[in-house]
């Protein structure tokens, strides 16, 4: 890592989610926090359902997010490295962030080592025992045959669907706090199984929408980055340890 600079990871912004209107002041909140961290981000993480719902067309891309997109390429352009996670929100992104963006699309893992730290990092869906509906309902979306069909959809009508389906799932996903805290349980096994073939620093994962700090073994951390319709979570890292942090942190 260059001197001075730092690593930035964030996930669930869910921007689409909700009214407009809350939307538009998430949207606004984010870039004011990546205005905060741009004079010293060396790499920005962003770690999947950024979008609450995203598909390409060959020619079209859902509207809205223009401040969003237009912060990202005056980052990109500074220099700045982007990953985009794909998340269980907005899996079917394809090429355009890439062009327009020059960022890196992570369909599923990555695995970095940063001044001697190792990484694992990852949406979070599908992972450890459980939710096998789920995993089976992911490899269908990720197909490429499923994405050849919706393509045929015409827009309007295409992401009509796919907002509403969108809107569902949160909803049927919703839960009180104590009844989430064991949410976390799945993503903590999985860390502890991958422990048993290699070392890892610090498992980084969103997808949960609870922001969490937990010592797995002696050498390794959980993180889990939280949202940012309730929390305004990121992490970062400094080049010697991470931090899970609130940007302005709610009352």
């Known amino acids: 890592m260059p001197a001075g600079k730092k690593l930035y990871f ?3 912004f869910h921007l689409g989610a909700r009214s407009y209107k809350s939307s538009r002041q998430r949207e606004e909140r984010i870039i004011r926090w990546l205005d905060a961290i741009k004079v010293d981000a060396s790499e920005i993480f962003l770690l999947g359902d950024v979008f609450d719902f995203w598909f390409e067309y060959k020619t079209v891309v859902p509207k809205g997010y ?8 005056e980052l990109t352009d500074s220099g700045i490295k982007l990953y985009l996670f794909k998340g269980n929100h907005d899996m079917w992104m394809f ?4 062009t327009e963006l020059n960022a890196s699309i992570i ?11 190792i ?5 979070g869906d599908g992972l450890g025992p459980g939710d096998k509906k789920y995993k089976f309902l992911k490899k269908i979306f990720r197909s490429p045959l499923c994405q050849w069909l919706f393509g045929l959809i015409p827009p309007d009508l295409g992401i009509g669907i796919a907002n509403n389906w969108s809107k569902k799932s949160r ?3 919703v839960r009180t706090l104590p009844e989430r805290r064991y949410e976390h349980g ?4 999985h860390a502890k199984e991958l422990l048993r073939s290699a070392h890892y620093d610090y498992f980084i ?3 949960k929408h609870l922001p969490l700090e937990k010592e797995i073994s002696p050498n390794s951390r959980y993180v889990n980055l939280g949202e940012w319709i309730n929390y305004n979570t990121y992490a970062v890292f400094d080049g010697t340890s991470l931090e899970l942090k609130y940007f302005e942190k709610p009352e």
């Open 10 to 12: 964030a996930s669930d």
């Open 95 to 98: 090429d355009y962030f890439v």
């Open 205 to 207: 994962f969103g997808h």
């Open 186 to 189: 799945w993503l903590i096994t």
């Open 66 to 73: 223009i401040r969003f997109l237009g912060k990202l390429a």
């Open 107 to 117: 369909s599923d893992e990555l695995v970095i080592e940063r001044s001697g730290k």
């Open 171 to 173: 909803t049927k996903g």
């Open 119 to 123: 990484f694992y990092l990852h949406h």
